[in-house]
């Protein structure tokens, strides 16, 4: 399993799966991000937490707990 806190700045990548339930998932789905998304890394901050990304045209900034659940392919 590869999670989205692995990715590169640079590196579009697709959502497989959302792990995770509650709030922290529906805050994700709600952002726009669900199974098969296209998921540009623009930047990912020193300590790793936030990263910015594009999602569907969307400038975003997630967390280190957001990006941890959201499993991905290259």
């Not at 709600?30 to 020193?46: F, H, N």
């Not at 999602?55 to 499993?71: C, F, N």
């Amino acid at each position: 399993m590869r999670t989205l806190k692995e990715a590169m700045p640079g590196q579009r990548v697709k959502v497989v799966k959302l792990h995770g339930q509650g709030p922290v998932k529906r805050r994700i789905m709600d952002m726009g991000i669900t199974r098969d998304t296209e998921i540009l890394v623009r930047k990912v901050a020193p300590l790793g937490d936030p990263i910015e990304v594009n999602v569907r045209g969307y400038e975003l900034s997630l967390r280190k707990a957001d990006i941890e659940i959201i499993e991905v392919e290259a």
